[in-house]
């Protein structure tokens, strides 16, 4: 009796509790849904098809936009697998088909909890934080831990894994995305203090309705400018070097600075209906 008082005390008081939210995440080429096994025509300035391999990236930071325009936290829900800390992972790909190096469990939305409200947009950090990025795998839990998102120590995690082979380059076409520029890189286990191109990219979709609305990483989209058959049978793309030639169009639809080309707004991530095959999580 004097809980469910106090209880209403502070209710009227105005102190608030907490509400669950699921921010649902969609990897689409341009109309379709990506799936592992399955083709995608008309692809990049040469129209190639392609075929993807694997499609995961990391996100942390996650807020959402109240009535008044403020950002407020999501406080993720730690679940031993998917997310650690602030820090989530997406994973489309099942290890079927043509993702066979991948792994069978799926994760396509961040859980968490805000305090109760009304909330109107969604924003994001693509990548992970400098101080968990470049931390040893074996030392981290899930899912800082799994050597497929991993450069060598002191470069940290692959913030975006999103390979695919094409017609032209039918052994592979990877597109990872990371810090680069990262000193001190003495050994493999010096850890760095700093990196010159940190490459993490901060993400808002206003208008945003956690009800009827998912996040869109469009692969179509981020291809729309680069060659995708450039490579011949080797594998190619981009590791975020930013030397590298096929990364300069991947980074301006990322919306992420490149040398000798201006920064503009990013693409790669839109919003549409929580609807189609990746809108519900599996494990």
Known sequence: MIRILALTMLANLG???????????????????????????????????????????????????????????????????????????????????????????????????????????????????????????TKMPPPLNLTALAWVWNAGRKFAMLDFSSTGVPRGYAVHLGSTGCTPNDTQTTVPTKCSEPNRLEVELPQFDLATDAVVADLGVLLQDSNVDEGGKMMSGCMSGPATKACGPLFSNLGLAFPGQPTVQQRFFRKAAATGTTSARRD
Not at 37 to 58: A, E, L, Q, V
Not at 106 to 122: I, K, L, S
Not at 124 to 129: A, E, N, R
């Open 15 to 137: 102190f608030a509790g907490d509400q669950a939210v699921s921010i649902q995440f969609r990897a689409m080429v341009g109309a379709e849904e990506l799936a592992c096994g399955k083709s995608f025509g008309n692809i990049g300035t040469t129209k190639s098809t392609i075929t993807p391999r694997d499609f995961r990236f990391y996100v942390h930071n996650v807020r959402l936009l109240n009535e008044q325009g403020n950002a407020v936290p999501v406080d993720l829900k730690q679940d031993g697998k998917w997310q650690l800390d602030n820090v989530a992972l997406l994973d489309f790909e099942d290890a079927s088909g043509s993702c066979r190096n991948g792994t069978p469990e799926m994760n396509v939305q961040v859980t968490g909890t805000v305090p109760e409200g009304r909330y109107r947009g969604v924003q994001f950090t693509l990548g992970v934080p400098f101080e968990k990025n470049h931390t040893e795998l």
